[in-house]
Every structure is written in structure tokens, then in C-alpha cells.
């Protein structure tokens, strides 16, 4: 079993930067893929971006392609969400995810958030 927990959210002006951090306690934190969710106020929750067990393959959503960067440290079972140029749509809460990817990501355990806010 896998427990997220989210940090590194707050208030950012557009075209900044943030790095968001997922550290996942349990000894089987390696066998997960590991992916960033976010949800907007109003809004379903989405999809923005997965990393899979070896960190060797990565998938975006389109929204953020290009300006987020997702990467792991298995040895420090933390995960990472790298966020570049900002735009105020980007605003939202942000969840940090473990499970497994076969199409689509599949969420086995969330963690429960933290807050990204954009001000343009």
C-alpha cells in the first residue's frame, strides 16, 4: 500500500514557476506508476501527467505538454511536478496519484492535494 502526500503549492504570477513534490510512504513506492491529477474549481477532476515504475516512460495531458515536467526518485519515494510558465488556468488542486498505466492512467491510492493558485 501506497499513502501520497502533496506539497510545494501556493501563489505563483503567471509565467512562473513552481515545483510540486508527492512524497509515497510504503516499501513498494517503485512498483507504482506515479501521476499529477488537478482539479479546477467547478471543474471534473483531470488528468496531467503520469510516470511510470523505472521513470523511463512519461505521458502528458496536452494542456500542459511542453511546460510540465514530471520526474521520480525511487530511492527517495518521491515523485515530482515540475510547472513552467504558468498561465492562470493552470489553477487548481493538484493531487499526486499512485497505480498503474495500460491506455489510460489508473488510480490505485490519492493523496489529498494541495492548492496551485495562478494569478494573472
Known amino acids: 500500500q501506497v499513502q501520497p502526500v502533496e506539497s510545494g503549492g501556493g501563489l505563483v504570477q503567471a509565467g512562473g514557476s513552481l515545483r510540486l513534490s508527492c512524497a509515497a510512504s510504503?516499501?513498494?513506492?517503485?512498483?507504482?506508476?506515479m501521476g499529477w491529477f488537478r482539479q479546477a474549481p467547478g471543474k471534473e477532476r483531470e488528468f496531467v501527467a503520469a510516470?511510470?515504475?523505472?521513470?523511463?516512460?512519461?505521458y502528458y495531458a496536452d494542456s500542459v505538454k511542453g511546460r510540465f515536467t514530471i520526474s521520480r526518485d525511487n530511492t527517495k519515494n518521491t515523485v515530482y511536478l515540475q510547472m513552467n510558465s504558468l498561465k492562470p488556468e493552470d489553477t487548481a488542486v493538484y493531487y499526486c496519484?499512485?497505480?498503474?498505466?495500460?491506455?489510460?492512467?489508473?488510480?490505485?491510492?490519492w493523496g489529498k492535494g494541495t492548492l496551485v493558485t495562478v494569478s494573472s
Open positions: 496519484a499512485a497505480g498503474y498505466y495500460s491506455g489510460s492512467f489508473h488510480v490505485l491510492y
Open positions: 510516470i511510470m515504475w523505472s521513470g523511463g516512460s512519461t
Open positions: 510504503g516499501r513498494t513506492f517503485s512498483s507504482y506508476a
